[in-house]
């Protein structure tokens, strides 16, 4: 049985990966940190505004409906910290077709869940080789 912590974790991934492909700016945002740190291959973003003006470019190009999926989540959630592992499957933007690795680090502040760390990665060439 997933804990209560766990469930929290859960719904804010799905949520934030729903507003996303809804293009729900205000939800994209809701849930994360003003010092959040992204690593979104191979930038580095920090704080909340740097965030915010990485949705620029996602949005600019349109190409039909948006998907944004995530899949095969893990979750590790304690009192206070919480760590999310999973799949992602991206399509219909200017940074789509494109399947990616997320993680994601997440504080508890205020009895609040924020997300503080963002990291999108994609497989390297040997990776594709060895597990295709």
Known sequence: MASLETEQVERIVRDWAHSVSTGDRKGILKHHAADLLMFDFPDVFEGINAYDGTWDFFYANPRGPITYEPSD????????????????????????????????????????????????????????????
């Open 73 to 132: 989540l893990r979750i590790t959630a304690g009192e206070n910290v919480a760590f999310v592992t999973c799949k992602m499957h991206c399509d219909g933007t200017s940074a789509g077709p494109l399947e990616f690795r997320l993680t994601v680090g997440l504080e508890k502040r205020n009895d609040q869940w924020l997300i503080t760390h963002e990291h999108h990665s994609v497989p390297t060439i040997e990776e594709r080789f060895i597990n295709p």
